[in-house]
């Protein structure tokens, strides 16, 4: 049963992952405190998985996992979505050294085949940074098809079949439960996507492991993973939105999440809706008070917003630009 407190703006501490595409921009970009070694490529900054759980940073529930407050204060946590078990959202940062092997995410009645404990992954991308030439892969070009895109693994013509192309710092790309997708060196970037950790390699351009072996390749899951009608996926177009006191982009809206992108150098409010807020600032600090707490969101920090926070109160230090993710208005379904 879910216990009265007024839960506060909560910020977690970032668990951080080390992969072989992996490098040191979390640290040189993102300010994030690593090791000696040089392939750290993901912090995740609210997780709820047997992968990787988040603990509040600081403030009265310090050192307290993002699972325990589910259980003790639901109600105050999800509002409208306390019918969740478990959140439904997975934060990243993501620093791209290399590619990233190509692959493909199942969605939610895929997924549960391959593992019950499982969702399926759709996900979004926020660029932070990219070099000159950074590109990225999103989507098969038309008409390809599973025999075609087998028969290429083995050869030179793959590259082919992708839709491949340049990202800038600024671009936003949604990525479905579905769709064939790689990162490339030289990209920062922040990573809204379903509670999952269920990924199949189509294919890892030849590379092998510290220990010179190759990683595995699941060739027959992500044939069947891969949704073959999509065809080639390209940046979203924002959509432009007027509130009382400013201007807002709509990036994505879709089943599983929002995202909003604010950039402001005056004060001005997210209203509260009886749903949890996530704030990912992406450039510059600003203060935030709501009904439960005050606190400082600082550059590549994460704030979640418990639904209980009522309104936000935004106070830009300089000109901020922050993303606002939220689950829809409607059920969100999930454990």
């Given at each position: 049963m879910s216990a009265s407190f007024p839960l506060p703006p909560l910020a977690f501490t970032p668990v951080l992952k080390r992969i072989r595409w992996g490098g040191r921009k979390l640290q040189t970009l993102l300010g994030r405190s690593l090791g000696p070694e040089s392939d750290y490529a993901e912090s995740w900054e609210i997780a709820d998985h047997a992968d990787g759980t988040s603990r509040v940073a600081a403030g009265p529930l310090a050192g307290t996992a993002l699972s325990e407050i589910i259980q003790r204060y639901s109600c105050e946590l999800f509002g409208r979505h306390q019918h969740l078990t478990q959140f439904p959202l997975l934060i990243k940062f993501l620093d791209a050294n290399d590619w990233l092997s190509l692959q493909v995410h199942p969605n939610d009645q895929q997924a549960k085949t391959y593992?019950?404990?499982?969702?399926?992954?759709?996900?979004?991308?926020?660029?932070?940074?990219?070099?000159?030439?950074?590109?990225?892969?999103?989507?098969?070009?038309?008409?390809?098809?599973?025999?075609?895109l087998r028969s290429a693994l083995g050869g030179c013509d793959l590259e082919d079949l992708l839709n491949i192309y340049e990202v800038h710092a600024g671009d936003c790309i949604f990525v479905p439960a579905g769709t064939v997708h790689a990162?490339?060196?030289?990209?920062?970037?922040?990573?809204?996507?379903?509670?999952?950790?269920?990924?199949?390699?189509?294919?890892?351009?030849?590379?092998?492991?510290?220990?010179?072996?190759?990683?595995?390749?699941?060739?027959?899951?992500?044939?069947?993973?891969?949704?073959?009608?999509?065809?080639?996926?390209?940046?979203v177009i924002p959509h432009s939105h007027c509130d009382n006191d400013h201007a807002f982009e709509e990036l994505v809206e879709c089943r599983c999440f929002s995202i909003h992108r604010h950039q402001s150098a005056k004060p001005f409010s997210i209203r509260g809706d009886d749903r949890f807020h996530i704030l990912i600032s992406l450039d510059g600090a600003a203060g935030v008070a709501t009904d439960t707490g005050r606190t400082r969101l600082h550059f590549g920090q994460t704030l979640l917003l418990p639904a209980c926070s009522g309104t936000a109160r935004i106070t830009p230090e300089t000109e901020v630009t922050l993303l606002d993710v939220t689950c829809p208005a409607a059920s969100v379904s999930g454990r």
């Open positions: 593992n019950p404990h499982e969702n399926g992954k759709t996900e979004a991308w926020v660029i932070l940074h990219a070099e000159p030439g950074a590109r990225i892969c999103c989507g098969l070009q038309p008409g390809v098809t599973p025999e075609m990162l490339g060196p030289g990209i920062v970037l922040a990573e809204i996507q379903q509670q999952s950790n269920l990924t199949f390699r189509l294919h890892d351009w030849g590379r092998t492991d510290a220990n010179g072996q190759p990683r595995p390749i699941h060739v027959t899951e992500s044939l069947a993973c891969t949704n073959f009608e999509q065809g080639p996926v390209s940046p």
